[in-house]
């Protein structure tokens, strides 16, 4: 079973901020995946939103002896979840999840924004730290490990722009930047990000993460 997350603060108060993004992007492969319909049901003993979904792989692997994989081992069961615990403790919620079901680390992706890539970029990647997303940093502390999978979504830095430097790096207005929404002209820009973030997700249950990373990565 593959562990999906989407990472953001619950409320309407949040809903179309930059730090939802996650909560974005897996709602959009959810619907691309029911055909519009969306059935989010709220579990508050995991304390998150959670969907459960069946994914069938279209190619079948040829194993040894040149004997095929049967329909039902191209079957991939899937959990989606959004945690309702707050974008800062979010491990609590996706460590409930994983216990209760028995997930491995290295079977969660979690889909974050990320102020250290530009507008629109997308960076798929396994383990590291956590680049000061407390989100992503409560995940560490709660798995008690980094090894699990990151889809991160560039939302650009607030400051970065006008100082030019790819390199240079600012605390203040972060907390500020992420919780407002998008602007109008980084809006093409999002609508696309979270296109590419829902392909990325296919690609990666159909073909696996190596072949989403080559195919979406950014440059």
């Avoid at 004997?67 to 079957?75: G, I, R």
């Avoid at 979840?81 to 992706?109: F, H």
């Avoid at 100082?163 to 929404?181: P, Q, S």
């Avoid at 392909?199 to 990666?204: D, H, L, Q, S």
Wanted: glycine share 8%.
């Amino acid at each position: 079973m593959k562990l999906i997350v989407g990472l953001g603060n619950p409320g309407i108060k949040y809903e179309k901020t930059r730090h939802n993004l996650g909560f974005i992007a897996i709602d959009k492969f959810f619907k691309t995946f029911t055909k519009g319909e969306t059935d989010w049901k709220d579990n508050a003993k995991l304390k998150a939103e959670m969907a459960e979904i069946e994914w069938q792989r279209q190619k079948s692997k040829v194993l040894k002896n040149d004997q095929k994989w049967t329909p039902e081992d191209n079957l991939e069961k899937v959990l989606l979840i959004r945690p309702q615990t707050y974008m800062n403790n979010s491990g609590l919620s996706i460590k409930l999840v994983a216990d209760y079901y028995k997930i491995k680390p290295e079977d969660v992706w979690v889909l974050h924004d990320d102020i250290d890539l530009t507008s629109g970029a997308l960076k798929i990647r396994f383990g590291g730290a956590s680049a000061g997303h407390r989100g992503v940093e409560s995940i560490i502390e709660a798995l008690k490990t980094d090894k699990f999978w990151r889809f991160r979504l560039g939302v650009g830095h607030p400051l970065r722009k006008e100082i030019g430097g790819k390199d240079a790096r600012f605390d203040r207005n972060v907390d500020t930047y992420v919780l407002k929404g998008f602007e109008s002209g980084e809006m093409g820009k999002a609508r696309e990000l979270i296109k590419r973030a829902e392909k990325a997700i296919e690609t990666a249950l159909e073909d696996g993460l190596e072949s989403a990373m080559n195919r979406f990565n950014s440059k």
